[in-house]
């Protein structure tokens, strides 16, 4: 029979399938496979509603102000983010100041050479007293033309803050220098009276300040006679 | 409109005001559909609500991209069942021991049993249901069976739609025994 042939389409066409033209046709014209149909149809029809009805439940009424508290939750910054943010923080800034630390602390590459090399340092030449004589504005020119190229070709590795001077010098030294540049920058007169100047600070201020691990130039003009030297670059301050 | 989300490390985001009105309207206005999507496989108020708001909270994160209406539902709902069944998976032993499943008379379409009976029934022969087949059979009683809405939330044809419906009404009416006159097809 054809009812056969079609039972199995029709029962689909109740789930939603289509229905081919052939058995729309038979559908249409045969009373059992109509009420084949409609009992299915009523069936799924009750699972659909069934469905439906379970499925319609309202969210609870403070759930809208629920979800905005946790996306403003979100967008608020918790106590251990902050912690964590300052800790990231506090870890940058110490690591950058140990990378300057660092350089700061390292030996230049031009290492240290003589006071008799170096014309930054002009020669000692000590009176009759001891007392160191005082450089010449020629000399301190020189230095600072000496200092200039030096800068000049050696590659800049960062911007220091003393002049590069190639010589191994103390701090106290170094910040003679730094006051004797000072003087030459601003082209004030220099003193020429070999007696320590001040600066109007607590510290003397030194014309010259030779290098520590040089020994200092024997003059026997001064008729000090040979081996006579001041060995000690403070005797000179 | 210009970008008015900002980013920060970690999982801080914040809006300015007209996008955080705009986040509001689209919450109540999709707050049903979230929550029934989850509690479509949930079948437990409190949960559904937990993982709808936790479907916000990323769409929220989200939100310059999907200010399209039709974007930010479809991607809710996809969101809102993905997080649904990831919990259902890791809760299903003790959901398996809740749903008892009693031994089912025979059905015919004219017989009656009880209500919770038969919801029962009808919801542990959906959990059954193939993943794509639930989830469309789902959404489509939820969107009161309506193809093309659900075309668009699924990001689907309209075609493959009405298929996968057609698919899982079969199985669900197997399972239920309702076939009519079932001559023992599976």
């Known amino acids: 029979m054809s009812c056969e042939r079609y039972r199995t389409a029709i029962i689909d066409h109740a789930c939603g399938a289509d229905l081919s033209a052939d058995a729309a046709a038979h559908l249409q014209s045969c009373a059992a496979c109509t009420v084949l149909f409609d009992e299915q149809r009523h069936a799924l029809d009750a699972i659909d509603r069934e469905l439906q009805q379970a499925l319609t439940i309202a969210p609870s009424a403070r759930f809208v102000q629920r979800v905005l508290a946790r996306t403003r939750e979100a967008s608020s910054p918790t106590p251990r983010m902050l912690w964590a943010l300052a800790a990231a923080a506090a870890v940058v800034v110490i690591g950058l100041a140990a990378m300057r630390w660092t350089h700061d602390t390292a030996i230049p590459p031009t290492g240290q050479v003589t006071q008799a090399e170096s014309p ?51 701090p106290e030294q170094a910040r003679a220098i730094e006051r004797y540049m000072a003087l030459i920058r601003s082209g004030a007169p220099l003193p020429a009276n070999p007696a320590p100047a001040t600066d109007g600070g607590s510290e003397p201020l030194p014309l010259l300040v030779p290098p520590l691990s040089v020994e200092p130039l024997t003059v026997s003009e001064a008729g000090t006679g040979p081996g006579t030297s001041t060995s000690r670059g403070e005797d000179l301050l | 409109m210009h970008e008015s989300v900002t980013r920060h490390p970690g999982t801080l985001v914040t809006m300015d005001a007209d996008l955080e009105r705009e986040f509001e309207a689209r919450l109540q206005e999709s707050a049903d559909l979230a929550v029934r999507v989850a509690y479509g496989v949930l079948r437990q108020q409190q949960d559904a609500e937990e993982i709808a708001q936790e479907a916000y909270v990323k769409a929220y994160r989200s939100f310059s991209s999907l200010r399209d209406r039709g974007a930010f539902r479809s991607w809710l709902v996809r969101m809102t069942w993905r997080l649904a069944i990831d919990r259902w998976r890791a809760d299903r032993s003790r959901v398996a021991r809740e749903q008892t499943w009693a031994a089912a008379p025979e059905m015919t379409p004219e017989s009656v049993a009880s209500a919770n009976q038969r ?38 044809a309209e075609g493959t739609v009405k298929s996968r419906l057609f698919l899982a009404r079969r199985r669900l009416a197997q399972r239920l025994k309702c076939l009519v006159n079932d001559t023992g097809r599976q």
């Open chain 1, 120 to 170: 930054a340092a002009p020669a000692i030449d000590p009176t009759p007293a001891g007392k160191a004589a005082a450089p010449h504005d020629a000399d301190i020119a020189k230095a600072a033309t000496h200092e200039r190229s030096t800068q000049a070709a050696t590659p800049p590795r960062t911007k220091p803050s003393l002049p590069e001077v190639e010589a191994i010098v103390s």
């Open chain 2, 119 to 156: 919801a029962a029934r009808l919801w542990t022969a959906i959990d059954e249901l193939p993943e794509k087949l639930r989830q469309t059979i789902v959404l489509s009683a939820i969107q009161g069976y309506d193809v093309r809405e659900v075309s668009a939330l699924l990001g689907l």
